[in-house]
């Protein structure tokens, strides 16, 4: 095959020349970068704290967190300190030996969930993956060759791989690409609906213990007990997926955690790493042996770099106290939020959410999609789970006069809609 020539704006920074605009960055976007995605026109340069810098200098305020994932907010310089320590030290060793951050990576998470083993990987699906096959691997190992069904939730999000889309619950996301099968959902909800689908068959039930993606819609009172006395009553496991709501976002380590529910295992992403990419599968001692050696595994998985970021992130969280912070200043935004929706019913129909995972919920007929555009502009930045909600998922280290700020430009945006 040919080579190419680099394009104008990577041709000057290789040669050292001025630094490309952003329009110049966009131009080469949009020739050079896989069209899977459709990313706001804005190139950024640089963060810090609940702030991001886009090439020109212009600020943003940033209540999305790259889609609640920095949890300590841009450039903290503990999390910065102990990645750039760690990759002078020792990046990666593979999985064919121990590394130390690693292991202790592991311990305090067990610490901290109250479960007992650990397995890492890269991301939310590939936790998902991991949880969906020690679901089935286990009931084979116990020779219950039929127990395949997984049970999950419409509009659920479990991510984009094959088997964490199969249990994606949203029909576009799977349009085109078929399933993996014995995958089966019913409402989010609706225990009636789970009732009628548990069975001998069934390996497992996955739940989000807040909607993420499908519209921060926190599971209705009695939901996640009703599960586990289900699954308990059908031999299945319950399985959390944390990969949104984990690592303090709910104002607590983890969703399950103040509903008296343990589940069997659960998948982590998104905070853990506070940006850096890491996912954990968490389980009981009881399916330590569901994936034995030569099972399931992953090259990167719990390389000392990413586990070196998560342990910083984990003592930051602990440090600045930033769990406990998330509840209060949850209750915070979601007064303003409540107050936002009272004023304005034209536009709003409530405010809905757990900590700092909170979405505004729009009446039918308006889109958020069509107002992040203007927020931008205005200098704020969220993201759109579902059609109708706006959410709020903002750094943890967020101040309470940001989100002042940031949903005082919500207002303003949302006062020209019905003008
Ligand atoms: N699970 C939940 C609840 C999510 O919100 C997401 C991502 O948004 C995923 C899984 C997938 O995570 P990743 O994009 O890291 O694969």
New binding site residues.
């Given amino acids: 095959m040919q080579e190419q020539v680099l394009t104008g704006v990577a041709r000057r920074v290789e040669s050292k020349a001025t630094m490309p605009t952003s329009a110049e960055l966009l131009a080469t976007a949009s020739k050079r970068l896989y069209p899977n995605y459709k990313p706001a026109p804005i190139v950024f340069a640089r963060g810090k704290g609940c702030e991001l810098f886009d090439v020109e200098g212009r600020r943003y305020l940033d209540l999305c967190a790259g889609?609640a994932v920095c949890a300590v907010g841009h450039a903290h310089p503990t999390l910065a300190k102990a990645i750039g320590e760690q990759a002078a030290r020792l990046m990666h060793v593979s999985n064919y030996f121990y590394n130390e951050e690693n292991i202790l990576l592991a311990d305090e998470l067990c610490a901290k969930s109250g479960m007992d083993r650990a397995l890492f990987c890269n991301?939310?699906?590939e936790a998902?993956e991991a949880i969906f096959k020690l679901a089935r691997r286990t009931a084979y190992a116990k020779g219950e060759k039929e127990r395949t069904k997984i049970l999950a939730f419409h509009n659920a999000?479990?991510?984009?791989t094959m088997g964490?889309l199969s249990m994606t619950g949203t029909p576009k996301y799977r349009e085109g690409f078929g399933a993996v099968d014995g995958v089966v959902h019913v409402a989010y909800g609706d225990l009636d609906a789970v009732k009628a689908q548990m069975g001998a068959d069934v390996a497992a039930v996955i739940v989000?213990p807040v909607q993420?993606?499908g519209g921060v819609l926190p599971a209705p009172p009695g939901f996640v007990q009703g599960l586990r006395a289900q699954c308990d009553q059908h031999g299945a496991l319950l399985l959390f997926?944390e990969?949104?709501t984990g690592i303090g976002r709910l104002g607590r380590w983890f969703g399950y955690q103040e509903t008296g529910v343990l589940p069997d295992a659960i998948s982590l992403?998104?905070g853990l790493g506070g940006g850096f990419p890491i996912?954990a599968m968490l389980t009981t001692e009881a399916l330590a042996s569901g994936l034995p050696p030569g099972t399931h595994g992953s090259t990167f998985g719990g390389n000392p770099l990413a586990c070196a970021a998560a342990r910083a992130v984990l003592r930051i969280l602990d440090e600045e106290d930033l769990v406990r912070g998330a509840k209060i200043k949850g209750a915070y935004l979601s007064g303003l939020l409540g107050d936002l929706a009272r004023e304005m019913p034209a536009v709003c129909e409530g405010e809905r959410g757990e900590g700092l995972l909170r979405g505004l919920v729009l009446k039918p007929g308006f889109v958020v999609r069509d107002i992040l555009p203007k927020l931008a502009d205005a200098g704020v930045l969220l993201t759109a789970a579902g059609e109708r909600v706006l959410r709020f998922s903002p750094p943890l280290v967020v101040r309470e006069a940001e989100l002042a700020e940031g949903v005082a430009a919500v207002r303003k945006v949302i006062g020209t809609l019905t003008t």
């Fill in positions: 889609v991301s939310g699906a998902n999000f479990h991510g984009r964490a989000e993420g993606e997926d990969v949104q992403a998104k996912g």
